[in-house]
């Protein structure tokens, strides 16, 4: 999952950064409107953390013309604006929710989450043969046994959990898993995905995850 933060204060931008990298997310971060608004015409999201009050275009003028667009992508205003009016007015915009500074990392965590679920119909469990990823626990089981996955390792699975039985482009692979400071090296995908087979490899060595010559790779059970 991939997430774009539009937050000029350095200190929150880089705490969040930090934080939700920490959780798998792939993020880029813009320090003002303009800058938000080009990587979102750029990139594709899955989630747009945006702050109410940016130099240049405002968060509120970011968002509109994002949905200007036709953009249905979930969007979370910051805001340490709290009146009610105020609230009203960012989600008329075009806004999924807000949460209000200072806030605390867990809860931001819990609405990107219910965000993620109500946009795509998110499941909380995603199962593939013996495997089963309960996303909101953060946890990977193989035959109901614990396996240790790194961060990356779990958003790369995570995705192609959610396309499961679809092709997963290799270009795809990258803008979803991993942030704008990619250096365009696509056979790291590889590495991650050779490390995620030994660790989820059936008992009767079959694997889940297909290589599609010169394409990408499918999550599919046979
Ligand atoms: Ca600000």
């Known amino acids: 999952?991939?997430?774009?933060?539009?937050?000029?204060?350095?200190?929150?931008?880089?705490?969040?950064?930090?934080?939700?990298?920490e959780e798998g997310f792939?993020?880029?971060?813009?320090d003002d409107g303009k800058k938000g608004l080009n990587l979102s015409n750029e990139n594709e999201y899955d989630i747009i953390l945006l702050d109410w009050m940016l130099p240049g275009i405002s968060g509120i003028e970011v968002c509109r013309l994002i949905r200007k667009n036709?953009?249905?992508?979930?969007?979370i205003f910051l805001t340490a604006k709290d009146t009610v009016q105020d609230t009203v007015f960012g989600l008329e915009t075009g806004a999924n929710d807000y949460?209000?500074?200072?806030?605390?990392?867990?809860?931001?965590?819990?609405?990107?989450?219910v965000?993620?679920?109500?946009h795509e119909g998110e499941?909380?469990?995603?199962?593939?043969?013996?495997?089963?990823?309960?996303?909101?626990?953060?946890?990977?089981?193989?035959?109901?046994?614990?396996?240790?996955?790194?961060q990356k390792e779990f958003a790369l699975l995570?995705?192609?959990?959610?396309?499961?039985?679809?092709?997963?482009?290799?270009?795809?692979i990258i803008e979803h898993v991993w942030d704008i400071h990619f250096d365009a090296d696509t056979s790291v995908i590889d590495?991650?995905?050779?490390?995620?087979?030994?660790?989820?490899?059936?008992d009767d060595g079959t694997n889940f995850i297909q290589t599609v010559r010169g394409v990408g790779y499918i999550a599919r059970k046979e």
Not at 1 to 21: C, H, P, Q, S, T
Not at 115 to 118: E, F, K, N, Y
Not at 127 to 139: N, Q, S
Request: net charge positive; aromatic share 4%; proline share 2%.
């Open 123 to 150: 499941q909380t469990t995603l199962t593939i043969g013996d495997i089963e990823m309960d996303i909101d626990k953060h946890v990977v089981r193989k035959n109901h046994e614990e396996v240790s996955l790194t």
């Open 70 to 75: 036709n953009v249905s992508v979930p969007i």
């Open 26 to 30: 792939a993020v880029d971060v813009a």
């Open 99 to 113: 949460i209000k500074k200072p806030f605390a990392f867990e809860e931001l965590l819990v609405r990107i989450r």
């Open 191 to 202: 590495v991650y995905i050779n490390a995620l087979r030994k660790k989820l490899r059936g």
């Open 115 to 118: 965000q993620l679920r109500t």
């Open 1 to 21: 999952m991939r997430i774009l933060v539009v937050e000029d204060e350095k200190g929150i931008a880089n705490f969040l950064r930090d934080g939700l990298k």
């Open 158 to 172: 995570e995705f192609l959990l959610r396309n499961k039985n679809k092709v997963c482009t290799r270009t795809r």
